[in-house]
């Protein structure tokens, strides 16, 4: 079975470019792909980018360790901070393929999926990866799937790191397509409640027919960078069992701290 998240895909906030980031990104990618070296007037003219402009954006990047500037020639090129960067991207996807054994013992273990969701800038979250028992019928929730960072039973776990009084948070909120229906009071509630036991619940929110439970991976500053969610049909387990599986998650996400951090 396929969840719907369609309601949540229609609740991300408006995109916002900042032009002067869209130009160091496009710079970096034309450095990157260059054959060689390039000069500050002949990247301005590729990218069609005013030459004061992009030579400012140069430095700034020359000064992050971002371009490489050689004097003698006057040109520029793809730097090793970039390089330590994308290094550090790739580490990071490795130590994901690390913990999908994790999850997929524990979906076997448990019977049900198994997500690993993480939180991508200010308003979202996306799994990174996922696993379902082999033997049961099974809700299938797809590596790449985004939702709103207050959505679901991990929205709960990453939203007690954000200002729920904010008008913002309740804007934020508010956007969002719910299966059933929910206050925002109670959703703060909700939250505190989550935060206290160690554990969240989504209970028909997200999506009717469906529970999801979900617990936090900290990092090493104690930051809620990664979720473990366990979802499932609802009146699957009982109030009792719910419990234990939330524990069960807290357990694994110990686990998943040491291969992750």
């Known amino acids: 079975m396929q969840a719907d998240t369609t309601q949540g895909n229609a609740a991300a906030n408006a995109a916002v470019t900042v032009k002067p980031v869209v130009n160091a990104i496009r710079i970096l990618r034309l450095l990157s792909q260059a054959g060689g070296p390039e000069r500050a007037v ?11 402009t992009c030579f400012n954006i140069l430095r700034t990047l020359s000064a992050e360790d971002m371009v490489e500037f050689n004097p003698m020639s006057k040109r520029y090129s793809a730097g090793l901070g970039l390089a330590r960067l994308v290094e550090q991207f790739v580490t990071q996807g490795q130590k994901i393929q690390l913990a999908k054994p994790l999850l997929e013992s524990f979906a076997a273990k448990v019977r049900v999926t198994v997500t690993l969701w993480r939180r991508i800038g200010n308003d979202r979250i996306v799994i990174v990866s996922s696993a379902a028992c082999p033997t049961d019928v099974r809700i299938d929730m797809s590596e790449g799937q985004r939702l709103p960072i207050m959505m679901g039973a991990s929205g709960r776990l990453f939203a007690s790191q954000l200002d729920l009084e904010s008008e913002s948070s309740r ?5 969002i397509r719910w299966g059933a229906p929910l206050s925002y009071e109670d959703y703060k509630k909700q939250v505190s409640d989550s935060a206290q036991r160690g554990w969240a619940l989504d209970d028909g929110y997200f999506s009717i027919g469906i529970l999801a439970v979900a617990a936090p991976v900290y990092s090493s500053s104690k930051s809620v960078e990664f979720t473990v969610s366990a979802v499932m049909f609802r009146g699957q387990r009982d109030e009792a069992g719910i419990a234990e599986l939330g524990i069960m998650l807290g357990e694994l996400c110990g686990e998943l701290e040491n291969v992750l951090f």
């Not at 804007?171 to 956007?175: S, V």
Request: proline share 6%.
């Open 171 to 175: 804007e934020t909120f508010e956007k």
């Open 42 to 52: 002949d990247i301005a003219r590729q990218l069609d980018i005013n030459p004061s």
